[in-house]
């Protein structure tokens, strides 16, 4: 089952504008990684934020975590054309052996020329 | 990042036949993993491949439906069997601890699209 849930399901902004996606999630973990997708390709990493962090950048991206609200936010500054895609959060359990990624519902960005 | 890839890259198949998938890596991983995702949907581990060992199966998939091997620490392959429609998905294998990497961070290949008539 999938552990986190993403909000928006969708987004549409205008080229320049920011954009935020939210992911919430239910267990404790270790990291909370977040992934690009463009139409059906392979995922693209793009920032890791440890359970000991509060907040990332990089370049346009900036990561919050808040780990008493279970949740994470991906802020986009000045997005582009070349932004348009499905952003997934992921999270690596805090238990077990197992290194394997539990990923959220995904946000459609839609950044209009 | 791990530069990784996957053949076929798209396949389009009939029922009840067998797909295999490969993934290649351009160097050692500690972890190697596959991941299913449904037509509009999210991303679902199906198996961790274990290097030398059998490969350890999340809840709802089998070995008998989706073999893995993994006979060293550059390569793995899935085996999607007996194929029906419900089968259509992209399949992406993922990497972790690649040396020189930060360690848990895991990288993806670039998928195979299946598509089951």
């Known amino acids: 089952s999938q552990q986190g849930e993403e909000d928006p399901q969708a987004l549409s902004i205008q080229e320049g504008e920011n954009a935020t996606m939210n992911c919430s999630y239910k267990t404790s973990i270790n990291n909370l990684q977040w992934y690009r997708q463009n139409s059906g390709r392979g995922l693209v990493h793009l920032i890791l934020i440890r359970s000991n962090e509060r907040e990332k950048h990089s370049g346009r991206l900036r990561v919050t975590l808040d780990t008493s609200k279970k949740s994470s936010s991906l802020l986009i500054t000045a997005s582009r054309a070349a932004d348009t895609a499905s952003y997934f959060c992921?999270?690596?359990?805090?238990?077990?052996?197992?290194?394997?990624?539990?990923f959220g519902s995904g946000t459609q960005l839609t950044v209009l020329p | 990042s791990a530069v990784i890839s996957q053949k076929p890259s798209r396949d389009i198949c009939q029922r009840g036949t067998s797909l295999t998938i490969q993934c290649q890596v351009d160097?050692?991983?500690?972890?190697m993993f596959w991941y299913r995702q449904q037509p509009g949907q999210s991303l679902t581990l199906i198996a961790t491949?274990?290097?030398?060992?059998?490969?350890?199966?999340e809840s709802g998939f089998v070995i008998d439906k989706f073999p893995i091997s993994r006979p060293n620490l550059t390569f793995s392959t899935l085996t999607v069997s007996n194929m029906s429609p419900e089968d259509s998905s992209i399949y992406l294998c993922?990497?972790?601890?690649?040396?020189?990497?930060?360690?848990?961070?895991?990288?993806f290949g670039p998928g195979t699209r299946l598509t089951v008539l």
């Open positions: 160097s050692q991983v500690t972890m």
């Open positions: 491949a274990n290097q030398g060992s059998e490969a350890t199966y």
């Open positions: 992921a999270t690596a359990p805090t238990s077990g052996s197992a290194r394997q990624l539990t």
């Open positions: 993922s990497v972790e601890g690649k040396w020189g990497m930060a360690l848990d961070t895991q990288y």
